[in-house]
Nanobody
Framework: QVRLVESGGGLVQPGGSLTLSCVTS????????LNWYRQAPGKERELVAN???????NYAGSVQGRFTTSRNNPWNRLTLQMNSLKPEDTAVYYC?????????WGQGTQVTVSS
């Protein structure tokens, strides 16, 4: 059974930082590209960052230069370091993997950026 569990969300002031983690099980972690998505109230889910199995990364333009994703293969862990947070970054953040012909999602973790 494939499971993804996010953690690390919370309330932070504008300009602050948070680190999200996603721990996976049920897949051979090192073989898969992994993604971070977010969904703000009333908006569609959007891709925030992607990391390939070899560690290459891509970011949405809105977070480029502020967010960094990385992976720790021995620990089956995906991380999203978020700096210089803005109110518009407020959303539920999800990790995602496409494996065995389908998408798997975590339960999400809430990030709220507000003063």
């Amino acid at each position: 059974q494939v499971r993804l569990v996010e953690s690390g969300g919370g309330l932070v002031q504008p300009g602050g930082s948070l680190t999200l983690s996603c721990v996976t099980s049920g897949i051979n972690f090192k073989l898969y590209a992994l993604n971070w998505y977010r969904q703000a109230p009333g908006k569609e889910r959007e891709l925030v960052a992607n990391i390939s199995s070899s560690g290459d990364t891509n970011y949405a333009g809105s977070v480029q230069g502020r967010f960094t994703t990385s992976r720790n293969n021995p620990w089956n862990r995906l991380t999203l370091q978020m700096n210089s947070l803005k109110p518009e970054d407020t959303a539920v953040y999800y990790c995602n993997v496409r494996a065995r012909g389908r998408d798997f999602w975590g339960q999400g973790t809430q990030v709220t950026v507000s003063s």
